[in-house]
């Protein structure tokens, strides 16, 4: 879903040059996959039984690094996983990457991911980054130029 502008450029990409063109692509490891396969890659390797704690921050590294934002039904799916593994810290930290991903349409994006994994943020206990204030500096001193 979030990958519609990259495959909207992808499709003129391939349209310019005589390429039939597919909606929802995702370009991983020199080949394209389709936006929903992608999608459900990600969320079996979340939802494995047998998944640990190093395998769970491999997979939200992989994503991260890549250049899209997670779908959240895959933010679901790492939320989850990190509930299985019984660590709430890389659950906040997972949303607090989700929400840096989102780069300067973060007013837009996050709160429509937020809304649609609310009811597993509740389901499991997680608080979200802003409930607990790490949004905001600690210890900031004010700006010089705000003075």
Same mark, same amino acid.
């Given at each position: 879903?979030?990958?519609?502008?990259?495959?909207?450029?992808?499709?003129?990409?391939?349209?310019?040059?005589?390429?039939?063109?597919?909606?929802?692509?995702?370009?991983?490891?020199?080949?394209?996959?389709?936006?929903?396969?992608?999608? !459900?890659?990600?969320?079996?390797?979340?939802?494995?039984?047998?998944?640990?704690?190093?395998?769970?921050? !491999?997979?939200?590294?992989?994503?991260?690094?890549?250049?899209?934002?997670?779908?959240?039904?895959?933010?679901?799916?790492?939320?989850?996983?990190?509930? !299985?593994?019984?660590?709430?810290?890389?659950?906040?930290?997972?949303?607090?990457?989700?929400?840096?991903?989102?780069?300067?349409?973060?007013?837009?994006?996050?709160?429509?991911?937020?809304?649609?994994?609310?009811?597993?943020?509740?389901?499991?206990?997680?608080?979200?980054?802003?409930?607990?204030?790490?949004?905001?500096?600690?210890?900031?001193?004010?700006?010089?130029?705000?003075?």
């Amino acid at each position: 879903m979030f990958r519609l502008a990259a495959s909207q450029i992808a499709n003129i990409a391939r349209s310019s040059i005589g390429v039939t063109s597919r909606v929802g692509v995702v370009r991983a490891a020199h080949h394209e996959i389709p936006a929903e396969e992608f999608d !459900k890659q990600y969320e079996d390797y979340f939802s494995r039984a047998d998944i640990d704690g190093w395998e769970v921050r !491999k997979g939200m590294n992989d994503l991260l690094g890549m250049d899209l934002v997670p779908a959240p039904k895959i933010v679901d799916a790492g939320l989850k996983a990190c509930r !299985k593994v019984n660590d709430i810290a890389l659950a906040i930290r997972w949303l607090e990457g989700v929400k840096d991903k989102c780069g300067d349409k973060t007013d837009e994006i996050y709160p429509y991911i937020l809304n649609h994994v609310r009811p597993t943020l509740t389901e499991l206990g997680i608080p979200t980054p802003e409930e607990l204030n790490y949004d905001k500096p600690e210890l900031a001193l004010k700006s010089v130029f705000d003075m």
